[in-house]
Nanobody, 115 residues
């Protein structure tokens, strides 16, 4: 079992940057897969970026080249660095950890991109 707490969301202008953090309640070194998802109003939750314990990453096409996911196994934290933000990036961003066959979710953090 693991608890996840996201932070770092907020209001940013188009073209701006934000860094989201996902702090885990225990060591993440043995958690094979962690990821960031987002859900915009009226839309389904979608994968934004994922990272394995070995550091392999994958990204949604819509964020490739703009977002970077990373994990710090000492701080037990996963980060999402977001740059060149667009209004369509506006959503609640959630962190997820896959442990065995279970998915653990954080409570989410709101990101709003608007001028």
């Amino acid at each position: 079992q693991v608890q996840l707490v996201e932070s770092g969301g907020g209001l940013v202008q188009p073209g701006g940057s934000l860094r989201l953090s996902c702090a885990a309640s225990r060591s993440i070194s043995s958690i094979n897969a962690m990821g960031w998802y987002r859900q915009a109003p009226g839309k389904q939750r979608e994968l934004v970026a994922g990272i394995t314990s070995g550091g392999t990453t994958n990204y949604a096409d819509s964020v490739k080249g703009r977002f970077t996911i990373s994990r710090d196994n000492v701080q037990n934290t996963v980060y999402l660095q977001m740059a060149s933000l667009k209004p369509e990036d506006t959503a609640v961003y959630y962190c997820r950890a896959d442990v065995a066959l279970l998915h653990y979710w954080g409570q989410g953090t709101q990101v709003t991109v608007s001028s």
